[in-house]
């Protein structure tokens, strides 16, 4: 079921998109070429997605490590933003990153951090009797800080950039991190119905945080993307199962396929992120959610490049679907030309140096007829 507050984040969402950022005076025409992408559409040429670093000796990292010190942590978020040359349709945004699967921590796992990565500790036992009720405690640290970093970045991006969410993550990749891979897999032949009722009840959590983070940021007036980098004049989801590189289809359809059309469903729009050729084994059942509007697939390290898998992208453009693909520069221009134009968007990983990046946007442009 939607949410209640769709329609009014969707007039304010709407309200943003129209005024220009002082980031990024293109917002408005982005904004339009971003929903024409929604809609499985063309506006002028597909999406383009690109930024490159300005200041190679000053590296960015995800700044995990000064996050108790907002001062400290804005200060360096914002150094990182203004250091970056965007391209084409990358958008200015300060993210609030708590690294991978922040609801793990939020529902009792025990996080750790790193400058550029966090990893919550499992801890269920086999029997599951130490399983948490899967709950968010408002007095959680990470929740209040959670509230705390958003409600700062959404005061100052008003009218100047937008703020990016954190990976709240879903729930198979919850209890991936609080049981192990090795465990759950186990779990999801032996105790399915364990498994199930854990998802049913993690999805109330994932709903109640991912309102929050809407309505922080809309009520102090600034516009919100989630960490693919994509604007919508609506609310949308990116739901994730990356545990579902290790199950088979009828575990993945059976367990955890219905939360993800939950989410979708909720939000009013999802992106479906499909990570790596053995998450790809269930493309088939993921086409064949209406709620899912669009795939965002990574072709996952050391694996082919997604020009290995053009059969697949083509089978979703055939749906219906929205496609959004990260690749290499080098290879860009053969993925525009090989797929239809119409909902593709390219989101270019390792970015070369910011004039290289520029030529290629240039060519790119060009082959759509755009000076």
Same mark, same amino acid.
């Given at each position: ?9 969707t007039d ?25 992408w ?8 597909? #999406?383009?997605m690109?930024?490159a670093?300005?200041?190679p ?10 996050m ?10 914002m ?7 965007? #391209?084409?349709d ?15 921590s ?9 400058s ?27 929740w209040r ?22 990976d ?8 991936l ?10 779990d999801v032949v032996?105790r399915?119905?364990?498994?199930k009722?854990?998802v ?19 009520e102090?007036g600034?516009g919100?993307?989630?960490?693919l980098?994509?604007?919508s ?22 367990l955890f396929?219905p939360?993800i059309?939950r989410?979708a469903a ?11 050729p053995?998450?790809a ?5 993921l ?13 996952g390290?050391?694996s ?6 053009l ?25 525009a ?10 989101l ?16 790119f442009?060009r ?5």
């Amino acid at each position: 079921m939607p949410m209640e507050q769709i329609p009014s984040w969707t007039d304010r969402l709407t309200a943003i998109a129209q005024q220009p950022l002082e980031f990024c005076e293109d917002f408005p025409q982005i904004a339009r070429r971003l929903e024409a992408w929604w809609h499985h559409e063309l506006l002028d040429r597909p #999406v383009f997605m690109a930024e490159a670093s300005t200041r190679p000796e000053r590296p960015i990292t995800r700044r995990l490590e000064h996050m108790h010190e907002p001062d400290v942590w804005f200060r360096e978020k914002m150094l990182d933003m203004q250091q970056v040359h965007r #391209v084409g349709d990358m958008l200015p945004r300060i993210r609030v990153d708590f690294g991978a699967v922040l609801l793990g921590s939020l529902l009792g796992g025990r996080r750790e951090v790193r400058s550029d990565t966090s990893w919550t500790h499992a801890f269920i036992d086999d029997d599951w009797s130490n399983a948490p009720d899967w709950t968010i405690c408002d007095g959680h640290p990470d929740w209040r800080l959670l509230h705390d970093l958003t409600q700062r970045v959404g005061h100052d991006a008003a009218g100047r950039y937008l703020v990016c969410t954190p990976d709240l993550g879903a729930a198979a990749d919850v209890l991936l991190n609080l049981r192990g891979s090795a465990q759950l897999c186990l779990d999801v032949v032996t105790r399915p119905q364990t498994v199930k009722s854990a998802v049913d009840a993690i999805y109330a959590s994932w709903r109640k945080a991912f309102a929050s983070l809407y309505a922080v940021s809309l009520e102090r007036g600034a516009g919100l993307i989630h960490w693919l980098g994509l604007w919508s004049n609506r609310p949308y989801a990116v739901p994730a199962c990356d545990f579902n590189a290790l199950i088979g289809p009828a575990h993945f359809c059976e367990l955890f396929l219905p939360e993800i059309v939950r989410e979708a469903a909720a939000a009013g729009r999802a992106v479906f992120h499909l990570d790596g050729p053995d998450a790809a084994r269930h493309i088939d059942a993921l086409l064949e959610v209406p709620e899912i509007d669009a795939i965002q697939f990574t072709p996952g390290a050391g694996s082919p490049s997604a020009l290995a898998r053009l059969d697949m992208l083509r089978r979703i453009q055939s749906k219906g679907k929205s496609l959004l693909i990260f690749c290499p520069a080098e290879e860009v221009l053969t993925l525009a030309e090989s797929l239809r134009p119409e909902g593709l968007a390219i989101l270019i990983e390792q970015s070369p140096p910011a004039a290289e990046l520029d030529a290629l946007f240039s060519e790119f442009a060009r082959r759509y007829g755009q000076a």
